[in-house]
Nanobody, 117 residues
Framework: QVQLVESGGGLVQPGGSLRISCVTSGITFSSYDMRWYRQAPGKEREFVARIDTSGESTYDSDSVKGRFTIARDNAKNTVYLQLNSLKFEDTAVYYC??????????WGLGTQVTVSS
């Protein structure tokens, strides 16, 4: 049974930081590209960042570039997203996604990040 479990979300003030995690099980983690997405209330889910299987190649969306950092630990079957310089508009449920082309695509249930003063 494949499971992706996000954690580490919470309430943070503007300008603050959080690190969210996604622990996986039931997959060969090191064979999967990992991605973070987010969905704000009333909006569509949007791509945030991705990291390749080795962790050497990453890509961030323009909206988070320079503020968020994706990383992975293949020994711990875990992907991380470090969120710095948080803004009100970063408030969303953050989801992790494991993908192995062409057929395997798994999602977690998400962790809430709320930026509020």
């Amino acid at each position: 049974q494949v499971q992706l479990v996000e954690s580490g979300g919470g309430l943070v003030q503007p300008g603050g930081s959080l690190r969210i995690s996604c622990v996986t099980s039931g997959i060969t983690f090191s064979s999967y590209d990992m991605r973070w997405y987010r969905q704000a209330p009333g909006k569509e889910r949007e791509f945030v960042a991705r990291i390749d299987t080795s962790g050497e190649s990453t890509y961030d969306s323009d909206s988070v570039k320079g503020r968020f950092t994706i990383a992975r630990d293949n020994a711990k079957n875990t992907v991380y997203l470090q969120l710095n310089s948080l803004k009100f508009e970063d408030t969303a449920v953050y989801y992790c996604n494991a993908i192995q082309e062409p057929y395997s695509n798994y999602w977690g249930l998400g962790t809430q990040v709320t930026v509020s003063s």
